[in-house]
């Protein structure tokens, strides 16, 4: 028997905590697994007629990254579609760039109203729709109002997605278009915020409320949403990704995956687990628990994503004791207990979950469910987010098996070190001290998974795990670090996105290292990433991935050799 294909390269680094024999430089691969690693005699003991080799002599060989907490399908979607908002700071920067937006979409004057119709009549049904994302929620001083907008666009149906995507800042014209009067009432927290006369400001909050906005985009054909998502998932891969957990499975997800694999392999796996809503009904459950048999090449469906809170930005957290504005201070979910009940059911069907906490209260509420429940047997529940908790719930997660799930990119890009963000001035210094606690977690034994929640966070691994050993923006040098003592190393960075996001998947054993019999999904770096500084880890060159035992070239190496003998 001979190999597939055979990797020829200067290391082998599989992020142990002990490094393995620096005299692996060489990798085996058969039918899409790890035939075996060692030295070069295997080049001639693996090597047959149809064997391709690719030899990179200064390259590192590397367990393929995964992004364990991605929305690729929406978030795709939405980027593809919409205006990106993502470094404006001001609300006069956000309507000049919808003002740009309109004036090459269209001749004349950048105002909102159709010929004939009045300036400042809210919206017509002739105007089409401007979408944005990434709109920053500190450009407003008080709670976001979509009134400026109709003052400086008049008639103009707007509707910006929030940084944390759990809400929506729409025109008058939108809230027309939409018919929200503001006496909507939703299964969850959801809400239509009012003024005080009782009508809608155009403030949407969370999913519920949001999903009446978005039921009125535009349609993207299927053709153009695959697009787009294809062309996201190869960026991913470009950056080292070789899997991502997407925690949704909304339409149309399972249509563009297959639309997608009908032209080719997808470039990295994707494992997808369905939302359930909160408050849902068990009709709801038994659902997504038949999607549990979906696939494809390579996505499937596996798991349940639930909600228990919010955002602290939007005030929708659930914290022990209320926030600023007397905020954040409920669940989501109603009826607690019926998302009990809900976990319970998955788990009893080998369904594990991942639940949404980012409040003390809901971290404490989903820990103590999970000591309820147990785990699902294929994998442990997971818990994401964790934006902010006390002490005492540290040693439970190693206590009850359960994977943290954390995205430290956010702390370092969505607040501030001087605590003058939204997310700060709410929940408070004290709160704030107990942010993003990956240093601390770590040392209590716990797992933790680091995730990007793209396209809220950033999308290149390495930005994101450079920033979780610096605390602050890589490419920020003269940025103060937020929360300095949460600091990890780059071994372990590295291993919250390889060796967790297996466990987390129940994949130990077949993925996360480089091993004989471990699906052959690989990143060859130009450099070992431990060998260098933060900063010369996000421009590591990404020279090729594996999935499947299929290379993928990136970055061209002026090195590399390939060969089929």
Same mark, same amino acid.
């Given at each position: 028997m001979t190999a597939d294909l055979i990797l020829h390269v200067a290391r082998i680094e599989n992020f142990d905590p002990v490094p393995g024999p620096a005299t692996d430089t060489?990798?085996?691969?058969?039918?899409?697994?790890?035939?075996?690693?060692?030295?070069?005699?295997?080049?001639?003991?693996?090597?047959?007629?149809?064997?391709?080799?690719?030899?990179?002599?200064?390259?590192?060989?590397?367990?393929?990254?995964? &992004?364990? %907490?991605?929305?690729?399908?929406?978030? =795709?979607?939405?980027?593809? $579609? !919409? @205006?990106?908002?993502?470094?404006?700071?001001?609300?006069?920067?956000v309507c000049a760039r919808i003002?740009?937006?309109l004036a090459a979409r269209r001749p004349g004057p950048t105002t909102g109203h159709a010929p004939g119709q009045p300036a400042g009549t809210p919206g017509n049904d002739a105007e089409p729709w401007v979408t944005g994302f990434n709109l920053d929620i500190n450009v407003f001083d008080t709670e976001p109002t979509g009134h400026p907008f109709e003052q400086r666009l008049?008639?103009?149906?707007?509707?910006?997605?929030?940084? &944390?995507? %759990?809400?929506?800042?729409?025109?008058? =014209?939108?809230?027309?278009? $939409? !018919? @929200?009067?503001?006496?909507?009432?939703?299964d969850d927290a959801s809400r239509i915020a009012t003024g005080p006369d009782g009508r809608p400001t155009g403030f949407v909050v969370e999913l519920q409320a949001m999903d009446l906005v978005l039921a009125h985009y535009p349609e993207v054909p299927l053709a153009e949403?695959?697009?787009?998502?294809?062309?996201?998932?190869?960026?991913?891969?470009?950056?080292?990704?070789?899997?991502?957990?997407?925690?949704?499975?909304?339409?149309?997800?399972?249509?563009?995956?297959?639309?997608?694999?009908t032209d080719g392999d997808l470039p990295l796996r994707v494992r997808c687990s369905p939302l359930v809503p909160a408050d849902s009904t068990r009709e709801v459950w038994e659902t997504v628990a038949a999607q549990q048999h979906l696939a494809g090449r390579r996505w499937h469906v596996a798991g349940a994503k639930f909600m228990l809170d919010g955002t602290a930005d939007n005030g929708t957290a659930w914290f022990e004791l209320p926030d600023l504005h007397g905020q954040n201070h409920h669940s989501l979910w109603k009826n607690v207990d019926r998302y009990r009940e809900a976990v319970r059911f998955f788990t009893e069907r080998d369904i594990p979950t991942a639940t949404h906490a980012i409040g003390d209260r809901a971290v404490r509420t989903a820990l103590d469910v999970i000591e309820e429940t147990g785990h699902a047997p294929s994998a442990p529940h997971?818990?994401?987010?964790?934006?902010?908790?006390?002490?005492?719930?540290?040693p439970r997660f190693?206590?009850?098996?359960?994977?943290?799930?954390?995205?430290?990119?956010?702390?370092?890009?969505?607040?501030?070190?001087?605590?003058?963000?939204?997310?700060?001035?709410?929940?408070?210094?004290?709160?704030?001290a107990h942010g993003w606690r990956t240093r601390d977690l770590l040392d209590h034994g716990a797992t933790i998974a680091l995730g990007s929640d793209w396209p809220i966070g950033v999308a290149d691994p390495r930005t994101a795990l450079a920033d979780a050993q610096l605390r602050r923006p890589v490419e920020q040098p003269d940025t103060a670090p937020v929360q300095p003592g949460q600091r990890i190393t780059a071994r372990e960075a590295y291993a919250a996105m390889t060796h967790a996001p297996a466990a987390a998947a129940g994949a130990t054993g077949r993925l996360g290292r480089i091993a004989p019999g471990h699906l052959a999904d690989?990143?060859?770096?130009?450099?070992?990433?431990?060998?260098?500084?933060?900063?010369?880890?996000?421009?590591?060159?990404v020279l090729a991935t594996i999935v499947d035992g299929t290379p993928l070239h990136h970055a061209p190496s002026p090195t590399a050799q390939e060969r089929t003998p």
């Open positions: 060489v990798v085996a691969v058969r039918d899409g697994r790890i035939l075996a690693l060692g030295g070069e005699d295997l080049l001639d003991r693996w090597t047959g007629p149809s064997t391709t080799v690719l030899v990179f002599p200064d390259a590192t060989l590397t367990p393929g990254l995964t &992004d364990p %907490h991605a929305h690729p399908v929406w978030g =795709a979607i939405e980027t593809g $579609t !919409g @205006l990106d908002l993502d470094g404006l700071t001001t609300l006069d920067a003002a740009e937006h008049p008639g103009v149906p707007i509707s910006l997605m929030t940084r &944390d995507a %759990h809400s929506l800042v729409i025109s008058p =014209a939108a809230v027309a278009r $939409t !018919g @929200l009067t503001g006496a909507e009432t939703f949403a695959a697009a787009h998502v294809a062309d996201r998932l190869h960026r991913f891969a470009a950056t080292g990704l070789t899997g991502l957990h997407a925690l949704d499975f909304a339409p149309p997800s399972e249509d563009v995956y297959r639309r997608i694999e997971r818990i994401e987010h964790l934006e902010s908790i006390p002490d005492d719930l540290l190693a206590a009850l098996g359960v994977v943290a799930g954390l995205q430290p990119a956010h702390a370092t890009r969505l607040t501030s070190p001087d605590q003058s963000d939204n997310w700060s001035l709410r929940i408070g210094p004290q709160r704030v690989l990143t060859v770096f130009a450099r070992n990433p431990l060998d260098l500084t933060p900063e010369e880890q996000a421009a590591n060159p």
